[in-house]
T-cell receptor, first 113, second 112 residues
Framework: KQEVTQIPAALSVPEGENLVLNCSFT??????LQWFRQDPGKGLTSLLL?????REQTSGRLNASLDKSSGRSTLYIAASQPGDSATYLC????????????FGKGTHLIIQP | SQTIHQWPATLVQPVGSPLSLECTVE??????LYWYRQAAGRGLQLLFY??????ISSEVPQNLSASRPQDRQFILSSKKLLLSDSGFYLC???????????FGPGTRLTVL
């Protein structure tokens, strides 16, 4: 059974810092990995999708990497801003015909102004 | 562009009452559709997914059921709610396998 772990569970940093969120998964047979952000009481906003054949994806100040063989992904946020405060979720999609995402429990990020 | 809707946004129901949550997608055809639940202190859990009208796969045996009566409509139901059914229910869609998933705004369900 696929398990996804996110470290740290919570993080508070001053505005302007660069930071890294970590995600690990136990089964490397994945189709893709997706990073989301969730604001309190809201749905999920997709940030980045990395296919299993890719090593990284970038969108603005966000960069996500994938090391499928070691079961790890990182989300790098450059020059953090208070508006980046949210919970960040990592999710993997299994291969082999199964569908749906398996999620980690998230990293609760606070950017101090 | 594609849009996903969920209603109601908030629902408070007594134990033993029925449930019907609706999700619709606009701007696409033949999407894969998903229901997830986010319970307090727990991660998001996949409940059901559908690759076409009338095709439902259940991931977790439970008190809930799902139906897809139309291409872009996905319904989550229960005949008798339990306290443990409380949570935040999220609907999602994707163009197909190995594609990005997009989530709706969610329904907050409280069972009393």
């Amino acid at each position: 059974k696929q398990e996804v772990t996110q470290i740290p569970a919570a993080l508070s940093v001053p505005e302007g810092e660069n930071l890294v969120l970590n995600c690990s998964f136990t089964d490397s047979a994945i189709y893709n990995l997706q990073w989301f952000r969730q604001d309190p009481g809201k749905g999920l906003t997709s940030l980045l999708l990395i296919q299993s054949s890719q090593r990284e994806q970038t969108s603005g100040r966000l960069n996500a990497s994938l090391d499928k063989s070691s079961g790890r992904s990182t989300l790098y946020i450059a020059a953090s801003q208070p508006g980046d405060s949210a919970t960040y979720l990592c999710a993997v999609r299994l291969g082999g015909g199964a569908d749906g995402l398996t999620f980690g429990k998230g990293t609760h990020l606070i950017i101090q102004p | 562009s594609q849009t996903i809707h969920q209603w109601p946004a908030t629902l408070v129901q007594p134990v033993g009452s029925p449930l019907s949550l609706e999700c619709t997608v606009e701007g696409t055809s033949n999407p894969n559709l998903y229901w997830y639940r986010q319970a307090a202190g727990r991660g998001l859990q996949l409940l059901f997914y559908s690759v076409g009208i009338g095709q439902i796969s259940s991931e977790v045996p439970q008190n809930l059921s799902a139906s897809r009566p139309q291409d872009r409509q996905f319904i989550l139901s229960s005949k008798k709610l339990l306290l443990s059914d409380s949570g935040f229910y999220l609907c999602a869609w994707s163009p197909g396998l190995a594609n990005e998933q997009f989530f709706g705004p969610g329904t907050r369900l409280t069972v009393l």
